[in-house]
């Protein structure tokens, strides 16, 4: 078998179990994170407000990506076929990766200044001030976003950013996606580092209202995490999206060969790394902190506890007025 057949049948076992799997470890792991931050003793902590979101933006993100992908190995492929699908989900996947992008800059920034010694930095810290923040970031970016519903275009059977606003758009996410992202978010982490090397050095009361909790280090340790997660799984996305653009007109003296690496290359960089990136976030917590572990332990028991509930008094209707009549 040739390269560029192998490459393709790579590519598709890929799309076919990989993706599929992603998205349903995915979808399992952002559900539990929603629910498990949604409880009130979370929604009272910044940092899991913007974990919250993030899961909420990451859930959207990935199954709008994934699933139409995924779907049209065996059928008709409506996303390539449809301009107005096209663009929605175009717009849909763009909106809601980068809510989730900011979301993360936010949760670094909001570690920082809950560590900080300034007391004006430290007030910025506040659920109101997290869910200000999350909205002012939907409202950009549903504003932003609004030009992929205008100029994505299909071409070759194949939906996607082509002409002069494809490589306008290269450039685009190399800055936003890329450059902006990762620079505040090292920034902000190297922040934090140092506060907490300040905070450390000092010799502090017992009954000092600074002093970190292991619930808070936790959560700086999940902001750092996902950092690195980010950086890894995003890094290729524009550098590969400007190498696109501008060889996009040299199709004619590409081979069969460097046109199926090329696109192979692209898959893996712009689309199973970047998706990857939207379903990773509640295994890396439970992988890197046992005070999440438990978190998650305590809201899976509560919940199969309710659940167990409901369907015993959906089957004894009469059970528990029996039980309180007998107590009586």
């Known amino acids: 078998m040739s390269t560029v057949t192998n490459l393709i049948l790579v590519q598709q076992y890929l799309t076919r179990y990989v993706l599929s799997i992603i998205l349903a470890l995915g979808n399992l792991g952002n559900l539990i994170a929603i629910g498990l931050f949604l409880q009130n003793k979370h929604r009272k902590n910044p940092c899991s407000i913007y974990l919250l979101f993030a899961s909420i933006f990451g859930l959207i993100a990935a199954n709008w990506a994934i699933v139409p992908v995924v779907y049209a190995l065996d ?52 659920p109101q001030i997290a869910y200000r923040s999350i909205g002012i970031i939907i409202t950009f970016w549903m504003i932003v976003t609004f030009h992929v519903l205008v100029w994505e275009s ?49 010799v502090q009361p017992i009954n000092n209202t600074r002093q970190l909790n292991r619930r808070d280090i936790n959560l700086m340790k999940l902001a750092l995490a996902e950092v690195i997660v980010y950086i890894f799984c995003t890094f290729g ?9 501008i060889t996009a007109n040299m199709t004619s003296t590409k081979t069969a ?8 290359i692209d898959f893996l960089l712009a689309t199973l790394l970047l998706y990857l990136n939207y379903n990773t976030t509640f295994y890396v917590h439970i992988f890197i902190s046992k005070t999440y572990r438990k978190d998650v332990k305590e809201f899976i028991l509560k919940l199969v506890a309710k659940v167990r509930g409901i369907e015993q008094t959906e089957n004894n209707p009469l059970g528990i007025e029996n039980q309180i009549r007998t107590r009586q």
């Open 237 to 245: 996305y524009p550098l590969i999206n400007i190498y696109m653009s």
């Open 154 to 202: 299909i071409e070759n059977n194949r939906c996607y950013v082509y002409g002069i606003y494809g490589q306008i758009f290269s450039f685009y996410s190399l800055i936003f996606t890329g450059i902006i992202p990762i620079s505040m978010m090292i920034f902000f982490s190297i922040l934090l580092m140092k506060t907490l090397r300040k905070l450390r050095g000092r």
């Open 75 to 126: 059928h008709f492929s409506m996303v390539n076929s449809s301009l107005i699908l096209c663009r929605i989900r175009g717009y849909m996947i763009h909106t809601n990766s980068q809510c989730f992008r900011y979301t993360l800059v936010l949760m670094c920034a909001d570690r920082y200044a809950f560590c900080s010694t300034r007391v004006s930095i430290r007030s910025l810290s506040r």
């Open 257 to 264: 060969e460097r046109q199926q690496i090329e696109s192979f």
